[in-house]
């Protein structure tokens, strides 16, 4: 893989503790970013802003249509355990990540499915960025 100075992923996963997207501004503005979609979730990124810094931000969100508040929470739990587990390896720093649930297979699919989509996704996010 071919990496820019700017954008690598996380040398050492346990010193690359992730953020949290909290704005709204924050969430609209990876919305306009890359995207990719796989069976379980949608993933959007988008490069940080320099004075941001280097650390690796990601924000959840689930629609009404994934189901009712105790599937949308459930769906959410499993989207941050997923992240928890990839993003620190497979994330690229300074960059933000949307995870989005998708309606019925976010709890429907097994965990790790919902790793696999992940990687995948990042992979596709990635790969088309390169310069």
């Not at 893989?1 to 040398?11: G, N, R, V, Y």
């Not at 105790?70 to 587990?85: D, I, Q, S």
């Not at 965990?111 to 696999?116: G, I, Q, S, V, Y």
């Amino acid at each position: 893989m071919l990496f820019t100075k700017e954008s690598q992923p996380a040398a050492d996963p346990q010193k690359n503790v992730l953020a949290r997207l909290s704005s709204r501004n924050q969430f609209i503005a990876v919305s306009k970013g890359h995207r990719a979609f796989c069976k379980g979730l949608i993933v959007q990124a988008l490069p940080q802003h320099p004075i941001n810094g280097k650390k690796i931000r990601v924000g959840f969100t689930c629609s009404k249509k994934v189901g009712n508040a105790v599937t949308r929470n459930r769906a959410k739990r499993r989207l941050r355990e997923v992240a928890r587990t990839i993003l620190p390896i497979s994330g690229f720093s300074g960059w933000d990540y949307v995870l989005i649930g998708r309606v019925q297979t976010t709890v429907g699919v097994s965990f790790a499915e919902l790793k696999a989509d992940l990687r995948q996704a990042l992979l596709t996010i990635h790969a088309s960025t390169k310069i």
